[in-house]
C-alpha cells in the first residue's frame, strides 16, 4: 500500500517561507501526477499545485501563481512544495495527493486515490 509523508508545515509570518516536502513509499512513484491540496477551516479543499509524472507540467492557481512552486525528485521519491511571500490566507492544512495516473495535470481531488495525513500551515499577520 502506498503511503504519503508531509512534513515542513509550521508558523511563519506574513511574507516568510516555507517548504513542504511528500516522501512516497509502496509504488512507483515516477509513474504518479502529485497534487498539493489545502484546506483552511469552513473552507472546502482546494488544489494549491499540482504536477505530471515527470515533472515536466505544472499547475498553480491564480490564488498562488508567482509565490509557489512545485517540485519533485523521482529519484528520491519526493514531492516538494516552496511557498514564499506567504499570506494570512494561505493559513491551512496542506495535503500531498497521489494519482494513480501519470501523463498531466489532474484538477479534481476525485483523480487522487491517496492521500497523506496533512501538515498545518499557519501564517501570522
Known amino acids: 500500500q502506498v503511503q504519503l509523508v508531509e512534513s515542513g508545515g509550521g508558523l511563519v509570518q506574513a511574507g516568510g517561507s516555507l517548504r513542504l516536502s511528500c516522501a512516497a513509499s509502496?509504488?512507483?512513484?515516477?509513474?504518479?501526477?502529485m497534487g498539493w491540496f489545502r484546506q483552511a477551516p469552513g473552507k472546502e479543499r482546494e488544489l494549491a499545485a499540482a504536477?505530471?509524472?515527470?515533472?515536466?507540467?505544472?499547475y498553480y492557481p491564480d490564488s498562488v501563481k508567482g509565490r509557489f512552486t512545485i517540485s519533485r525528485d523521482n529519484a528520491k521519491n519526493t514531492v516538494y512544495l516552496q511557498m514564499s511571500s506567504l499570506k494570512p490566507e494561505d493559513t491551512a492544512v496542506y495535503y500531498c495527493?497521489?494519482?494513480?495516473?501519470?501523463?498531466?495535470?489532474?484538477?479534481?481531488?476525485?483523480?487522487?486515490?491517496?492521500w497523506g495525513q496533512g501538515t498545518q500551515v499557519t501564517v501570522s499577520s
Open positions: 495527493a497521489a494519482s494513480p495516473r501519470g501523463g498531466r495535470i489532474y484538477y479534481f481531488a476525485s483523480s487522487y486515490d491517496v
Open positions: 504536477i505530471n509524472a515527470n515533472g515536466g507540467s505544472t
Open positions: 509502496g509504488r512507483t512513484f515516477s509513474s504518479n501526477a
